[in-house]
């Protein structure tokens, strides 16, 4: 393996920050930075059981008892019913997706990119990409109702002589949320491995067991890590594509069918854009509570790392800004007069309020903060972002579905969407993630420390007179 040595490109003098202040010019020994991790999984203290527990209780009530009731009730306890059949049940199927593209975006993307920045924080954002999944999964449980008949999604024969129906949405997100599911949980999986024999070394009992199965054998040989590298980098092209169908396939959901303020060529790369927009937004926010609360989490997640994000938030929101008002233009230009009394029922209707709220969360507030560097790299107020990004994007795909379907070309069916029974289903949604997040806190290394410590190897910094000038290693 050889590697050539190169400056890194300097800002101005006055700009120049301490080389030491970024983490891959401050490198500790492996077993250091390795008992650093370990142990902030071991670390619990009764903040978190209390956390958890209330968490734990919110989904038991709030999602699985609710969802009880809504099966034994029937549908008519939500307030889906004609027009609006589609309700909050499939804002949050679109809404969670969106969540999970953040990861693939961040590690595939930016690996092959070979942004280094991307090191410590790589591992928490593919999780949130599995765990938005599964609550993408359930939320499309949740809108079918029966959903002991969920096995008539699969295309296989049975003796009915029923067939799925592939111009059904339904079968469209099924698709798409279990080829997005099974891509993503293999993509974790593979940077995983080293970490998960890292913590099988350092571990006993049932976690040592559970570690071992894990790991597969790997010993850190140099055929292994070949073979590592190479799956990965595989993998790494490989689901970006994914990750753009899959979005493009819940944009299909609505672009293909002829409804007002649905039938837009653009909803494709629109969906696509949004998704990224709240699933940074989101890595944002779970990178500060990681940070805030897991021990040691500060060495490894530095401001320089919320800079880089909030980069990359700022011009994925530009980009959002971009297409949706190039979707709203053509609406409004055209001649379709059901087109435009939607786009008049979003703007003064009932519901005004949500649009404005939207675009303030979605534009103005990204455009306002992230301008600037030093805000950038406070990790509480990029977390305030993301959090109000989040809510401009959960009302985006509110105003979409429901808001859009309460007009269609016959007036006399208009109703507004009332939510009943959702509301609870969805506040245990969002619990239900977080207790996942918080329960592979304490058992999976949150931080890809074979990466940081590839990092460290790969950057030095070479001393020319007086001064420390960073380099960077192109390992071949």
Known sequence: MSSIAKPLALPHAEEQEDPREQLMHDPRSRGEMNDMVMESMHSTTWKYWTVTGILAVIVVVCLFYAWYYLIMQGLGVAGVNRPVYWGIF?????????????????????????VEGRRPFTRAAELMTTFGLVQAGISVFLHMGRVWLSYWLIPFPNERGLWPDFHSPLMWDFMAISTYLLSSTMYLFLPLIPDMAMARDRSTGWRKAAYRILAIGFRGT?????????????????????????????????????????????????????????????VAIVLFLIRSTMKNMKYFLRPEHFDLLGKLM???????????????????????????????????????????????FNIVVPFAVLWNKKWRQTPWLLAIVGLLINAGMWLERYIIIPETLTINRMPFTWRLYVPGVEIVLTIGNFAFFFLLYMLASRFLPLIPVWEVQEGHESHTLRKIGKASIPTLSDME
């Open 314 to 360: 700022l011009m994925v929101s530009m980009a959002w800004a971009y297409f949706y008002f190039n979707d709203y233009i053509v609406s409004w230009y055209g001649g379709d007069k059901w087109e435009k009394i939607v786009q008049e029922f979003t703007e003064k209707g009932p519901l005004w309020y949500l649009w404005y709220a939207m675009l303030f």
């Open 90 to 114: 499939l804002v949050e199927v679109v809404f969670w997706i969106g969540i999970s593209h953040a990861g693939t975006f961040i590690s595939a993307i930016l690996r092959v990119l070979k």
């Open 222 to 282: 140099e055929g292994e890590w070949k073979n590592l590298i190479t799956a990965m980098n595989i993998f790494a092209f490989a689901i970006i594509p994914v990750m753009f169908s899959v979005h493009t396939i819940v944009s299909w959901d609505f672009a293909m069918a002829s409804r007002p303020g649905w039938s837009s060529s653009v909803f494709g790369p629109y969906f696509v854009i949004g998704a990224l927009h709240s699933g940074m937004a989101a």
